[in-house]
T-cell receptor, first 113, second 115 residues
Framework: GQQLNQSPQSMFIQEGEDVSMNCTSS?????WLWYKQDPGEGPVLLIA?????ELTSNGRLTAQFGITRKDSFLNISASIPSDVGIYFC?????????????FGKGITLSVRP | KAGVTQTPRYLIKTRGQQVTLSCSPI?????VSWYQQTPGQGLQFLFE???????NKGNFPGRFSGRQFSNSRSEMNVSTLELGDSALYLC??????????????FGSGTRLTVV
């Protein structure tokens, strides 16, 4: 099935650094979501974006909905050890009864103390 | 407010058997979606239920089925299990159609191992 492109698979950063993650698609979406998953748990919603060009912050997290509606990025500033986890982007095209999420394969973030 | 509850958390089954997984959504949420997560394929959409009706279905074989009850609780069933069905099965609930502004809330998943 269709998937979003997230790369690289893994990122290693030093505590205190900023990190940026990108997500691209060949199709347009009208909602972009960013989730974080800790080991053994389900994904937890971090930020939701609903309009092209929208820039939204949630604490140290900032995400933007690309103006082409085919991409989104997530920035984490001043990383801390608990930022470790897998970050997924998800696109949603709300069309009638269709509201399923299409996920990227995720980026595993490691933070060195 | 209680989150999405999935039971059981872990399950080991033998090839050829069938399995039923359960999901209780957040109170007031009427839509339940199921996803399969594997290291190779990532998160793949299985199906979505709203008001006891399947509204959307992913590209999985007919061995995968589901249903939703009047209290919005949902079950998914996998018959004739194969080794490749080993995965984390995640359930997500949302308010439902017309209420997309809160994304989906996921449960902790059921880890199914087929041996």
């Amino acid at each position: 099935g269709q998937q979003l492109n997230q790369s690289p698979q893994s990122m290693f950063i030093q505590e205190g650094e900023d990190v940026s993650m990108n997500c691209t698609s060949s199709s347009i979406f009208n909602t972009w979501l960013w989730y974080k998953q800790d080991p053994g748990e389900g994904p937890v919603l971090l930020i939701a974006l609903y309009k092209a060009g929208e820039l939204t912050s949630n604490g140290r997290l900032t995400a933007q909905f690309g103006i082409t509606r085919k991409d989104s990025f997530l920035n984490i500033s001043a990383s801390i050890p608990s930022d470790v986890g897998i970050y997924f982007c998800a696109g949603q095209l709300r069309s009638g009864a269709n509201s399923k999420l299409t996920f990227g394969k995720g980026i595993t973030l490691s933070v060195r103390p | 407010k209680a989150g999405v509850t999935q039971t059981p958390r872990y399950l080991i089954k033998t090839r050829g058997q069938q399995v039923t997984l359960s999901c209780s959504p957040i109170s007031g949420h009427r839509s339940v979606s199921w996803y399969q997560q594997t290291p190779g394929q990532g998160l793949q959409f299985l199906f979505e239920y709203f008001s006891e009706t399947q509204r959307n279905k992913g590209n999985f074989p007919g061995r995968f089925s589901g249903r939703q009850f009047s209290n919005s609780r949902s079950e998914m069933n996998v018959s004739t299990l194969e080794l490749g069905d080993s995965a984390l099965y995640l359930c997500a609930s949302s308010l439902g159609q017309g209420f997309f502004h809160y994304g989906y809330t996921f449960g902790s998943g059921t880890r199914l191992t087929v041996v």
